[in-house]
């Protein structure tokens, strides 16, 4: 029997519609042979759709129709298996719409990648494609993850965290700090989005004032760090779970010296700011559609054996101690004159799942849903040796101060 792969995507993010390309794209790659494909559209106020035309890119055009012509559901734990249910539930009619065996989550961003959709999946008992929810959330929160990283060892810039109130109550104090720990340029950015949203650099004290306002309209969290001069990025996928993982080919996104822009990253933009002169490395995407894929980039990064070994090498490390599983991109920078590299940021659920990251090393963008899937299941095994109950008597006899209502002395 085929396994059923209910596969998410959409939800409550700023990259909601990168998330419906990267879906999308995925789904024309899972292999029909093994699965059946239920795709399930999360809207931006996070209801649950299926449909005949929930897996189609043409559909979101006009999402409103889509909407109309599809079907809302709720998913339930019935008897071992997880249910579509039709919401609201009409009279005479047949409820079930269909089931899942496994979800596969393609969401990009906060209140969906980080955690949160993971942990909804897992109150059902339903196994889920990629990271759980601890390192979803670690992974997501750049400070959170700057932390643990270091604490193993993996380099990463030094950096100031601050919250909205601290800022709020004393602006000019945080400023005098940032200057005196780390000094100008200095690069300014919410914890916790994606594609460079709300992020900027400050090259003195009057720019240091408008970049903390900006990240902060986006965040409550935000995190500052020097800017790194001579930068080369470079990019590594890595596969596998907590025990085997691989690093992938290493790209570098071709950037200049500005921050990589939304419309750099996903649109694809020749014309945007600091794209200019990118030599053309972009390949086609699968689907047709765009997303990560188009960026320009160069496959593989020019950089010496040397370094693409140092770099695949902190990726797996950074993965594993980290606990993630499936694919997850982990992005580099270099300062080219020094020669020295930090781990930037990981991303848990990549734009386009780095397949193309895959393809050079032989591995077909299918073959990497297969292994996902597989690292998933295994996941699951695990999990189910894992004792979650355990019998006592604690709660036989159990008075609760004077009362039945259960208040607190
Ligand atoms: N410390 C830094 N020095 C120089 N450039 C940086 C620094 N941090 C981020 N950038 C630039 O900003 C981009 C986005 O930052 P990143 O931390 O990767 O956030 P996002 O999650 O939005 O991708 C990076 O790709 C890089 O071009
Ligand atoms: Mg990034």
Not at 12 to 31: D, P, R
Not at 283 to 288: E, I, R
Not at 295 to 324: D, H, N, S, W, Y
Not at 365 to 377: C, F, H
């Amino acid at each position: 029997m085929k396994i059923k792969v209910g596969v998410l995507f959409g939800g409550k993010s700023v990259e909601h519609e990168i998330s419906v390309i990267s879906a999308i794209q995925a789904m024309g790659y899972l292999n029909r042979d093994k699965y059946d494909v239920i795709p399930i559209y999360i809207t931006k106020n996070n209801e649950f759709y299926v449909g005949e035309d929930i897996g189609k890119i043409e559909a979101y055009t006009d999402i409103n129709t889509l909407i109309k012509n599809s079907q809302r559901i709720i998913m339930v734990n019935e008897g071992g298996k997880t249910q579509l249910i039709k919401y609201p539930q009409k009279m005479f009619s047949k409820g079930v719409v269909d089931y899942i065996d496994i979800a596969f989550p393609v969401v990009h961003g906060t209140n969906v990648e980080d955690g949160t959709l993971q942990g909804y999946l897992k109150m059902f008992n339903i196994p889920y494609v990629g990271c759980d929810v601890l390192s979803s959330a670690v992974g997501m929160d750049k400070y959170v993850m700057k932390t643990v990283l270091k604490d193993n060892g993996i380099p990463v810039l030094d950096c100031k965290c601050y919250t909205a109130n601290l800022y709020d109550e004393d602006s000019e104090k945080i400023v005098d700090e940032i200057e005196k720990a780390i000094g100008y340029p200095v690069i300014v950015k919410p914890v916790n989005l994606g594609s460079s949203i709300g992020i900027s650099k400050a090259e003195n004290r009057a720019e240091l004032f408008d970049s903390l306002d900006t990240a902060f309209h986006y965040a409550t969290k935000v995190l500052v760090e020097a800017a790194v001069q001579n930068l080369k990025e470079i990019n590594c996928s890595v596969l596998g779970d907590y025990e085997t993982a691989e690093a992938s080919e290493c790209e570098e996104p071709v950037s200049s010296d500005k921050i990589l822009t939304f419309a750099e990253k996903y649109i694809g933009d020749g014309s945007a700011k600091g794209a200019k002169g990118a030599k053309s490395g972009a390949k086609s995407s699968p689907s047709g559609s765009k997303g990560m894929a188009t960026l320009k980039r160069k496959i593989p990064a020019e950089i010496t054996p040397e370094q693409r070994e140092e770099v695949r090498t902190m990726a797996v490390k950074a993965f594993k101690c980290l606990g993630c599983n499936g694919v997850s991109r982990i992005d580099f920078m270099m300062d080219t004159a020094s020669g020295k590299i930090w781990l930037n940021e990981i991303n848990t659920i990549p734009g386009s799942l780095s397949f193309y990251l895959w393809e050079p090393l032989g591995v077909k963008y299918s073959e990497l849903l297969d292994k996902m899937i597989s690292y998933a299941l295994k996941r699951e095994r695990e999990d189910e040796n894992i004792t979650y109950t355990f019998d006592s008597n604690v709660l036989q006899g159990v008075k609760l101060g004077n009362g039945a209502k259960g208040t607190k002395r």
